[in-house]
C-alpha cells in the first residue's frame, strides 16, 4: 500500500514537471517567432513633372460694378409699369407712371387759392379793359394806364399758377405748361434687375424724413466685378494688382481673368474670424452671360512653377531644418536621401535636387504625414 502511494506520487510529480515544459518550450517558440521581422512590401513612386501653383481662394459673388436704385418723388399709386424685369434701357425711358392721390387739406388750400386767384384776374380784366377806353379816349395818361396792365399781367400770371398746381396735385400733370410729374424716368442706361413695385402699388415720396419707395434697380451688365472677402491671415501675401482667376458655381469648367483693383484697409469680424474685402473687375466673355449675384471663387495666384519634378508632399520627412525622403536601395529596403524642395500647393511639392526622374522613393503611410 505505501508502494502504491509513492509511485501515484512519482507519476503526478512527472506529469507536473512534463506540463511545465511544454508549457515553457510553447512560450519560448512562441516568442521566437514574434520577435522574428516580416517582410513588408512598400508602395513606391517617381516623381513627375508638373506644374506647381501656390494660391489662395476667396469667397464672393459677381456684381455690378455700379448699381442704381430708382426712387420716387412722389406719392401715390402706380398706374401703369412701361418696363420689364431684364430689360435693357437708355438714360431717360419711361419707367412707371404715379396715380396722384392728394391729401384733403393740400387740395382744398389749392382749390381756395385757384378761386382767390381767378376772383383777382377777373377783376382786374375788366378794370383793365374800362382803363383802356379811358387810354384811348386820351382821358388818362399812359402811365397810369400801365400801372393797370401790370395788375392784370400780375393776377392773370397767378391765376394760371394756381390752375397748373391744382392740377399736379390732382393729376400730376399741369395742363396748360405741359409739365408732368407723375412720370418716373430712368436716370442712367442699364439693364433692369429687379422691379419691387408693380401696377397697384402704393409708393412714398422720398424726402428728408423719408427714403422713399424704390421703383427699380439699374446696372450696366457690361461692367461686373468680383466682390469677396479675404482671411487675414492671407491678407498680407496679396498686393493690388495680382493676378485672379474667378471661378463662377453657375459655369463649370469655364473661368474667367481679372486683376486685384481693390483691398479693403479695414477688417470686418465674420463669423468669428477677421475678413478684408477685395475688388477685381471681371473679364467678360461673348460666349456667356454672367447675372448679378452669381456666387463665385477668387483663385489668387502668389507663385508658379511650371513643369518642375515633383513628388507627393506627405512622402517628405522632415527632421528639423533638413527634409529627406526614403529611397529604394535594394529588394524592398529604403535609406534615407535629403533633398531640397521648392514651392509647395499642399499636394505635391517640388523637388530642385536630391532626386532624378527614375528613383525610386517609399510612400509614406498616411498617418505619417507632415505639413510643409
Do not use: W
Not at 7 to 25: D, N, Q, R, S
Not at 188 to 211: H, R, Y
Not at 268 to 278: A, R, V, W, Y
Amino acid at each position: 500500500m505505501e508502494k502504491q502511494s509513492k509511485l501515484i506520487k512519482k507519476i503526478i510529480k512527472i506529469t507536473v514537471l512534463v506540463i511545465f515544459l511544454f508549457i515553457f518550450a510553447a512560450t519560448l517558440i512562441f516568442l521566437i517567432i514574434k520577435s522574428q521581422k516580416t517582410s513588408v512590401a512598400y508602395d513606391k513612386e517617381t516623381p513627375e513633372k508638373r506644374t506647381i501653383i501656390h494660391k489662395t481662394v476667396a469667397t464672393g459673388s459677381i456684381v455690378p460694378e455700379k448699381e442704381i436704385e430708382v426712387k420716387s418723388r412722389i406719392s401715390g399709386i402706380v398706374d401703369k409699369t412701361y418696363v420689364e424685369i431684364g430689360d435693357t434701357i437708355i438714360q431717360g425711358d419711361l419707367l412707371v407712371s404715379v396715380k396722384i392721390i392728394p391729401d384733403s387739406v393740400t387740395l382744398n388750400r389749392a382749390e381756395s387759392n385757384l378761386k382767390k386767384a381767378e376772383i383777382c384776374y377777373t377783376s382786374s380784366k375788366k378794370e383793365l379793359n374800362r382803363q383802356t377806353m379811358l387810354y384811348e379816349k386820351k382821358i388818362i395818361a399812359e402811365i397810369e394806364y400801365n400801372k393797370y396792365l401790370l395788375d392784370y399781367e400780375l393776377a392773370r400770371a397767378n391765376y394760371i399758377s394756381a390752375e397748373n398746381n391744382l392740377s399736379l396735385i390732382k393729376e400730376g400733370a399741369s395742363k396748360k405748361s405741359g409739365q408732368v410729374s407723375n412720370r418716373i424716368y430712368a436716370p442712367a442706361a442699364g439693364m433692369i434687375l429687379d422691379m419691387p413695385v408693380k401696377t397697384g402699388s402704393t409708393i412714398v415720396e422720398s424726402n428728408n424724413f423719408n427714403d422713399g419707395t424704390t421703383i427699380a434697380y439699374i446696372a450696366d451688365m457690361n461692367n461686373l466685378i468680383f466682390e469677396g472677402y479675404l482671411d487675414e491671415s492671407e491678407i498680407g501675401k496679396i498686393k493690388i494688382g495680382m493676378e485672379i482667376n474667378i471661378l463662377v458655381a453657375a459655369i463649370e469648367g469655364e473661368s474667367f481673368n481679372a486683376d486685384l483693383e481693390y483691398i479693403s484697409p479695414k477688417g470686418l469680424n465674420i463669423e468669428g474670424s477677421i475678413q478684408f474685402k477685395i475688388k477685381a473687375p471681371v473679364e467678360l466673355k461673348e460666349d456667356y452671360f454672367l447675372r448679378a449675384g452669381y456666387s463665385a471663387n477668387a483663385e489668387i495666384i502668389f507663385a508658379k512653377a511650371e513643369k518642375v519634378l515633383t513628388i507627393h508632399e506627405r512622402n517628405i520627412i522632415f527632421d528639423k531644418n533638413h527634409t529627406f525622403v526614403e529611397i529604394e536601395n535594394g529588394s524592398n529596403t529604403f535609406e534615407k536621401e535629403e533633398v531640397t524642395i521648392g514651392l509647395s500647393d499642399g499636394i505635391y511639392v517640388e523637388i530642385k535636387s536630391g532626386l532624378n526622374r527614375n528613383t525610386e522613393i517609399k510612400v509614406q503611410p498616411s498617418n505619417t504625414m507632415q505639413q510643409f
